[in-house]
Structures are given as C-alpha cells and as structure tokens.
C-alpha cells in the first residue's frame, strides 16, 4: 500500500463522523453562487468548497503574440478581456491542473508551448493552487473545491463568449486529475454547449463511484475524450479510475499501470531516500502523470497513437476524432517517444 493510499484512507475514517449538510455561498465574478453538501455532492465527506479569495484562482492567457508573458484575465472587468489579445478566430484552449499542482509546472509550460504551436490557439491556464495545494490528509478539502473553479470557468467562458462574440463550440478544456471534474462542472454549467473536454486520467477517489452531475461525464460537452492511465484500485495507489466517463475513453496498456512506472512498494522508499519527499510522489504519481505526457506529445508529433476497440480505431489525444466513440485500447513505449505507431 502506497503512502498516497494510506493517507486517504486515514481522511475517510476521519471524515466518515461529519454528518449533515452544508451550504456556502460565494461572490463568482459578481455573480452570488451556493454550493450544498447534500445530494448529489456527497462525495467530498461534508467539506464544502472554500470561497475564490481563499483559493487565488487566476485565469492566464498566452497567444502567439505573448508566448512566455502571461495577460490576466479578470472576468470582474468584462472590459479587460474585450481589450485582451484573445484572437477570436482562433480556438480557445483552457489548460486546468490537479490535485497538489499549479499552473506554472513545466508541463503546462510544455503543453501550451505545443498548443501555440500546432493552429495559433490562444492558451488559457487555469491556476488554483491556493485551492489545490492541499496535504494528502485534506485531499477532499481539494476535490470540494472543484466545484468552485468550475463554476468560475463556466463564467469566464460566458464573459468571453459574449465579449469576443465566440461561439462555445470554438472552447476546448483540457483537464488532469481533478482539472478533469472541473472542466466536467465548467461544461455542465453550460448545458454542454462546449466544443470538447479532454479528460486527462481523471480523479477516481471521491468521483469514480458517484453520479454524472458530481464527476466528469460525456453529456458536459459536445465531444469528451478520456485517457486512462491509473485506474488500479485504490489499496493499490490508483489516482485515476477504469470507469468510462467520455465519448470516447483510451485505456493505454490497460488503463491500470504504464511501463516505465514502478509498482513496487520499495522502489517508492528508494526514491524517497533519493529526492526526499518530491521524489516519493514523482514515483507515486508517475502512473497518473503519464496522461499528461501522452496528451502533450500527441499534439503536435508525425505519430498517430493509433489506438482500436470494438468500433473501429482512432487516434488518442489531441488529435481524436469526434466521430468515433466507444472505448480504445493501445501500447506505448516505456518512455518518450511513447508512441508506437
């Protein structure tokens, strides 16, 4: 059992006492929201999401003409974005990360190099880690507050749409771990009217098991892709889940584990007494990361990441078609270049 697995388990016998609904209501880009623990948002064990001051959430948007220097988007200032230099005939292509993570990683660093690269799309990088920096111990603390990101997304697509005249069909949100809900919660907030969501190994524990308005589903955009990459249980250090929740899901070798990536208990400890406590969760997490690095490199590469299930073949990633739905399974490489084919 991983130390990720024990933690979470520790917060479920914690939490498991907490009874009774609550309710928090918060100010969303002038807007009043509430947000209730009753059903169906049981999910989080009675934690309510925390307000957007207490989170610091910052919408950064990047375009060929501002490659490395971020422009703020404040979607309080609707003028503000008018003036922006979103182009509004390019895509919009809104990156969201997870659980312990932030916006200025060197993979979203990398990715939205990529996405400039590929069709001249303006970039926007969703950062929570006020929200999302959470211990392990307070890992529901995290997925509560999902629910607040996504309904500040779903406002700033609306204040941008309207500003710019931009069709929600032009909006691609991109998704890893806990981004992937908020993205689900952003596009069901607009009754799926978003263009597409690529759900990157989404997050299993408190999602996997509940219903379509409380985790990402097929129904929160016109198109959903999936990729799978540590849906192994969660006694066994699973971050992610099998349970398909796109248009089309890609389980890449399995779904479960990723070559490459250690499953061994010890082989965590090593690189704990190696990198200290960031090597211990790169090892942990490497399962869950490999979504990411399959995502990004799809993008732009001459490889197709040909993937095939019981209704045809596509191509996983950035490149999926829309027209074909079902589930796809595929082999990669044990490391970059991963694709095979």
Request: hydrophobic fraction near 35%.
């Amino acid at each position: 059992m991983s130390l990720h697995t024990v933690c979470l388990v520790l917060t479920v016998l914690w939490a498991a006492s907490v009874q009774g609904a609550r309710t928090k209501c918060y100010q969303i880009f002038n807007e009043k929201q509430c947000f209730s623990t009753s059903s169906p948002f049981t999910n989080t064990l009675g934690k309510a999401p925390e307000s957007p001051a207490e989170q610091r959430v910052t919408f950064s948007l990047y375009t060929p003409k501002n490659t490395r220097s971020a422009q703020l988007l404040n979607g309080g200032n609707p003028k503000s974005i008018a003036s922006s230099r979103l182009n509004p005939n390019k895509m919009i292509r809104v990156i969201i990360h997870g659980f312990r993570d932030r916006g200025n990683k060197a993979w979203v660093k990398t990715m939205t190099k990529e996405l400039l690269k590929t069709d001249g799309s303006n970039v926007i990088v969703v950062d929570w880690e006020k929200g999302a920096m959470k211990s392990f111990l307070n890992y529901f603390q995290a997925a509560a507050n999902t629910r607040v990101i996504g309904a500040m997304l779903a406002k700033m697509v609306k204040i941008i749409s309207t500003s710019k005249k931009i069709s929600y069909n032009r909006f691609h949100l991109i998704g890893h771990s806990l981004g992937a809900h908020i993205a689900g919660y952003a596009g069901r907030r607009l009754s799926g009217q978003i263009g597409r969501i690529s759900g990157l190994d989404p997050a299993g524990p408190a999602f996997e098991k509940f219903k379509e308005p409380v985790r990402l589903d097929r129904g929160d955009a016109k198109f959903v892709d999936v990729i799978h990459t540590d849906g192994d249980k969660l006694i066994k250090g699973g971050a992610g889940t099998l349970k398909p929740m796109g248009d089309a899901d890609f389980y890449p070798n399995g779904g479960r584990n990723q070559p490459g990536c250690s499953q061994k208990f010890i082989d965590h400890v090593k690189n704990w007494f190696r990198g200290g406590f960031k090597g211990l969760t790169m090892s942990i997490s490497c399962d869950h990361m490999r979504s990411i690095a399959f995502y990004t490199e799809s993008i732009n590469t001459s490889c197709t990441f040909r993937a095939c299930g019981s209704t045809g073949c596509s191509r996983m990633g950035f490149h999926a078609s829309p027209s074909k739905k079902g589930s796809f399974s595929l082999k990669t490489n044990s490391k970059s270049k991963f694709c095979k084919n």
